[in-house]
């Protein structure tokens, strides 16, 4: 019983130092020291000298400024790879990254005697940053020990021949006959009897008798006579580490008192075996915490995905859009954007060219909603190439805090990852490397206030309002080409001054608008050309006349499938007029004319072979001069045609989202049939089987409010003309709508 007690208040005491040790080294405080490499003291004009910072923990990314006189020295290079320096006014700027997060603990900068001088020069640090390996925050200036402290330099002598700079003949790296720089007998590089470098005389601390670099007992370089006027705070703070270390020793320790006490007090046999098993399973446990995870940080996993958000006024009073890619995420394409917001209507890159669906977002891009333009922000992509937080990304932050290219404005922003301030520095760059390695799944800490909802513009804009729409002025004519249209003669036609009215508010962030008259001059089509070129002829003539591509406006023709999409299927469906879709076969009248050929078609056969065409009855890719041409032995027909009149028209159409409600009813039917008062093509072809011996093919119209057809060709090479007048259809971007217009009183939306 004795030897167990002794056994477990011996495995308790172990237990308790290990875990006091654990506790102490876990607050062990963040310190450096600043030293000259070789400490060097004879300085003449032209020698450089190398300043050493040395760290007690290796660090991963560091940001400060060195103040010196720079009269005296002049910077000339860091021989530490990662770190980067440039002269900023009176100090010089640093600041150093590891992608690797793999660290240094010693930084080295160059300096060049420049000027013979009496005085002793101090460097000093001011302004720092330091991040370790595995910490979260950045150690500053009240958490670092031996800041306060400067690297004094004595006096520097005028340059002679065989200065260590010069480098004349007989003279290699520095070194004159006697081995000046180096040690001359009594060692001359460090300090002479009683002088180390950074002390005045009788101060010996650290070195020995002629060893200047060495620094034995004490530190040389740590300890000089005088401070800068900026150091003159004493107080040290440590940073606290991730606690690994920390959180076990208190574990232990806890589980050691208690073995003691249940050794002591002589607890119940199985008591105290519970407890011993416990005290020992937590000390395998600790040990192997400590082995594998020291004082690595472990990220929590954000699973949020894409943040997109909408600001009015983020930069002064531009409007912006950001978009945080979590989850690892290192792009996104329009595509998933679009599918991620549904506000997302367009995007376009910063010459307002729309981007490909499976293209990049960059920085600088135009988001483009039912209402509004917004510049885009993506976090991390502070070099607008799309991708976040890759190299380039980060020598930005280098670069801005260096001074050499200051980031302004959206590149400002998506490079401020830390976001705790307006300064880009260590704790920016960080964020960047941990997101480059995968360490970190939340791209940005801390998102910008007053994010809001994009407005729609069709809690706006109602079908039927008016639209103060102006085209173009360059081009005011058009001629219709006899050699195209079939008929007689060359047909000009002038621009009209219309009215426009909201007919389709898409998804796509466009608006329709129709006139809300048709055009005041008739074109003319006839025979096989007629039917061939109609489509494209009308469309052209639209969007020659009355588009405005200064605000991204294009025309074009009233179609079939504009009033087809339009009717209510449920009160009559055209697909149930008498034949439409079946066929009909011609073995005597065998002709057809040549654009049938090209359309899409399920059924239409020329001598028994499906045709296979692949335009639209509304589609026409190019004008063409070819008429028609003769089946062998048969054509069949599919019909595509179908005939609605004014008074059943007038009830077929769905109801409409209007500003009069009044009218929802009967709101397309005026916007598309002009209330049956007027008469106009709609540009698209179509073939009617119902009339023997022939099939017809015609160009669509509506006329007097009734959706029908004018025949230009029959199979039997018949020959019809017909002139009808024109109903151009705009679509605009939505954005350009000045939503803050006062309707009620203007009767007309005003545009941007």
Request: negative net charge; charged residues 25%; aromatic residues 8%.
């Amino acid at each position: 019983m004795k030897k167990q007690l002794i056994r477990k208040l011996t495995i308790s005491f172990i237990m308790l130092l290990i875990s006091i040790v654990l506790i102490t080294t876990s607050n062990a405080a963040f310190e450096l020291t600043i030293g000259l490499t070789g400490g060097k003291t004879d300085i003449k004009v032209g020698d450089e000298v190398e300043v050493t910072i040395s760290l007690n923990e290796e660090i991963v990314a560091c940001d400060f400024e060195v103040k010196y006189n720079q009269e005296i020295y002049q910077f000339e290079e860091s021989s530490t790879t990662g770190m980067y320096a440039a002269v900023n006014g009176d100090k010089l700027s640093c600041i150093y990254y590891d992608l690797a997060e793999k660290g240094t603990s010693t930084l080295k900068l160059k300096f060049k005697a420049i000027k013979e001088t009496s005085t002793k020069t101090t460097f000093g640090l001011k302004n720092v940053k330091f991040r370790t390996k595995g910490q979260e925050q950045s150690y500053t200036e009240n958490d670092i020990q031996g800041l306060n402290n400067v690297l004094t330099i004595d006096s520097v002598k005028k340059g002679t021949t065989g200065n260590a700079t010069e480098n004349t003949t007989g003279n290699t790296t520095g070194n004159t006959t006697g081995n000046e720089t180096g040690n001359t007998t009594g060692n001359e590089t460090g300090n002479t009897t009683g002088n180390t470098t950074g002390n005045e005389t009788g101060n010996t601390t650290g070195n020995t008798t002629g060893n200047a670099t060495g620094n034995i007992t004490g530190k040389t370089t740590e300890n000089m006579t005088g401070k800068t006027d900026y150091n003159t705070t004493e107080t040290t703070k440590s940073l606290p580490k991730a606690g690994a270390r920390e959180n076990c020793g208190y574990v232990l320790l806890i589980c050691s008192i208690l073995l003691m006490i249940s050794a002591i007090f002589k607890y119940k046999e199985n008591e105290l075996n519970r407890i011993f098993k416990a005290g020992g399973l937590m000390l395998v446990i600790t040990v192997v915490t400590l082995t594998t995870l020291g004082n690595t940080k472990i990220y929590a996993t954000d699973t949020t995905g894409i943040e997109i958000k909408f600001y009015e006024s983020l930069i002064g009073t531009n409007k912006n859009v950001t978009i945080a890619l979590n989850n690892n995420m290192k792009s996104i394409n329009k595509q998933t954007a679009k599918s991620n917001n549904d506000n997302i209507i367009e995007i376009k890159n910063s010459n307002g060219e729309a981007i490909e669906d499976k293209a990049n977002i960059k920085t600088g891009d135009k988001i483009q909603t039912g209402t509004e333009e917004y510049e885009t922000i993506i976090y991390g992509d502070s070099n607008k190439d799309g991708t976040i937080c890759g190299e380039e990304d980060i020598k930005t932050i280098v670069n801005d805090y260096l001074g050499k290219n200051k980031l302004q404005g959206i590149e400002k922003i998506a490079a401020n990852l830390a976001n705790e301030d307006e300064k880009l520095d260590t704790d920016d760059i960080m964020k960047m490397i941990k997101v480059y390695n995968g360490k970190s799944t939340n791209i940005i800490d801390k998102e910008p206030e007053g994010n809001i909802e994009p407005k729609k513009i069709s809690d706006y804009v109602k079908i039927g309002d008016y639209v103060e729409y102006t085209p173009q002025s360059e081009i005011t004519a058009y001629t219709v080409e006899s050699k195209y249209s079939g008929y007689g003669n060359d047909v000009e036609v002038t621009q009209d001054n219309l009215k426009w009215r909201v007919l389709n508010i898409n998804e796509d962030g466009t608006i329709d608008v129709i006139s809300d008259e048709p055009t005041s001059e008739d074109v003319y089509f006839k025979g096989a050309l007629g039917y061939n070129n109609g489509v494209y002829l009308l469309n052209d003539y639209c969007k020659t006349l009355y588009s405005n591509s200064s605000i991204g406006a294009t025309a074009r023709s009233l179609n079939i499938e504009d009033i087809q999409n339009k009717m209510d299927l449920s009160v009559w469906d055209y697909h149930n007029y008498s034949e439409y879709g079946n066929t009909r076969t011609y073995e005597t009248n065998k002709n057809y004319p040549y654009q049938w050929t090209q359309e899409k078609t399920e059924k239409s056969k020329i001598d028994g072979n499906l045709i296979n065409g692949t335009i639209g009855q509304s589609e026409q890719k190019e004008l063409t001069e070819k008429t028609y041409s003769e089946a062998t032995t048969s054509i069949e027909v599919q019909k595509t045609y179908w005939n609605r009149n004014n008074s059943d028209m007038q009830s077929n159409f769905q109801k409409a989202d209007t500003r009069d409600n009044t009218k929802a009813n009967s709101m397309y039917y005026e916007l598309l049939c002009n209330n049956g008062t007027s008469h106009y093509w709609l540009a698209s072809r179509y073939a009617d089987t119902y009339f023997s011996p022939n099939a017809l093919f015609g160009l669509r119209d509506v006329h007097s409010g009734d959706v029908s057809g004018a025949s230009m060709f029959g199979s039997g090479a018949d020959v019809y003309n017909y002139s009808n007048r024109v109903r151009p259809v705009v679509s605009l971007p939505s954005n350009i709508i000045n939503i803050d217009t006062d309707y009620n009183t203007a009767k007309t939306w005003k545009l941007k």
